[in-house]
């Protein structure tokens, strides 16, 4: 393969990096499975999208909600209120339980924008030809917010809620109610017909043992990794790795390619991840020009590498314990073919 680096050092002019993202086959075809989910309607109350840190379940979010809102344009055109999907970021609010006021104040912001400005369910007055807008109960108490919430959704027509960080439910709740804390999401979904798509770490695996009811309405998908030891995976990953680098002023004229290999190493093939290492590399680059010590310098170090492995193997194990694993432990392979 032809190498073509460059050691100009290109401004730093494209606007916000940090925030271009592609969409790449991995999401592509968990969108798929994820659709064909939501037509269970009642029979998936909760989707559980578990995969590894680092692998794009926050982007995969943002297109799950997009993919819904292009699917309803035609409904959207004609009713400007209609909110098909919302997503929202489970907080993490350093309260010693999981904090539902927080929650439902964020469901309402995207629902409904600033809570002292709301735009749910207005109407017109057939006596008086005025606009009207329906007064529901007091929102400083949490049953009011519980209540204003299913107003919302019912108001705005909304069938999906994609939860971000869904993990902070379970972490920030003693163990003994968990039940509970996916019991107020399952009365959610009855009260007001949504179904929650709960993107996560693995962690979010242990709620089908809850309970059989939980267990029986609820579908797992696993968002994973590309593998190495898969050629499928290794051809997406290395177009992600070419669409990535092409979008980062000081990348894009690098031939990163003929580093596909340490990339995927080093980043496990997870795609949100290699974004990450591409951001500080692109940084790197325009600030002291390539060469494979700046390379370096942006990979992950082995002993972050090694963490990351660990989580996911286990993570593996227990979600999907049918697929192969050629990454030891012991001996990850963070650097491969960079001398």
Same mark, same amino acid.
């Given at each position: 393969?032809?190498? =073509?680096?460059?050691?100009? =050092? ?38 559980? &999208? ?15 909600? @997009? ?8 409904? &959207? ?5 209609? /909110?098909?999907?919302?997503? /929202? ?5 350093? @309260? ?75 972490? =920030?709740?003693?163990?003994?109610? &968990? /039940? @509970? ?44 990794r590309y593998r190495e030891d898969d050629e ?50 692109? &940084? ?7 060469? @494979? ?10 002993? =972050?590498t090694e963490q990351i492995l660990r989580e996911i193997v286990e993570g ?24």
């Open positions: 393969m032809n190498t =073509q680096i460059s050691n100009s =050092q290109p401004a730093l002019n494209a606007p916000n990096i940090r925030g271009q993202r592609i969409r790449h086959t991995r999401i592509a075809s968990t969108i798929d499975e994820c659709r064909l989910m939501l037509a269970a309607g009642d029979n998936a109350n909760l989707l559980l &999208l578990c995969g590894p840190t680092g692998v794009g379940k926050s982007t995969l979010g943002d297109f799950l909600v @997009e993919t819904e809102l292009k699917d309803q344009a035609a409904v &959207l055109s004609e009713n400007p209120g209609y /909110v098909p999907a919302i997503r /929202v970021e489970a907080p993490a609010s350093g @309260e010693r339980d999981f904090s539902w006021r927080l929650f439902y104040q964020r469901m309402l912001d995207a629902l409904e924008g600033e809570l002292d400005a709301p735009r749910t369910a207005y109407g017109i007055d057939p006596a008086t030809g005025k606009v009207v807008r329906p007064v529901g109960p007091q929102t400083n108490r949490l049953s009011g917010l519980r209540t204003a919430v299913e107003r919302s959704l019912r108001n705005r027509g909304t069938r999906i809620v994609v939860v971000d960080e869904a993990a902070h439910m379970m972490r =920030q709740c003693h163990p003994s109610r &968990l /039940v @509970e804390q996916f019991n107020t999401l399952k009365s959610l979904s009855n009260e007001s017909h949504v179904q929650w798509i709960l993107l996560g770490s693995y962690d979010l695996f242990e709620l089908v043992s809850l309970s059989a009811q939980l267990a029986r309405r609820t579908h797992v998908i696993h968002f994973g499928d995976d290794v051809r997406a990953f290395c177009s992600c790795l070419s669409k990535l680098g092409k979008q980062m002023p000081a990348l894009k004229n690098l031939d990163l390619l003929q580093y596909a290999d340490a990339f995927q190493q080093n980043t496990l093939g997870c795609v949100g991840t290699l974004r990450t290492v591409l951001v500080r590399l692109n &940084l790197l680059v325009a600030e002291k020009g390539w060469s @494979e010590d700046v390379l370096r310098k942006a990979l992950l170090t082995e002993a =972050q593996e194990e227990r979600i999907a314990p049918g697929l192969k694993r050629n990454l030891a432990v012991q001996q990850p392979k963070s650097e491969r073919r960079i001398a």
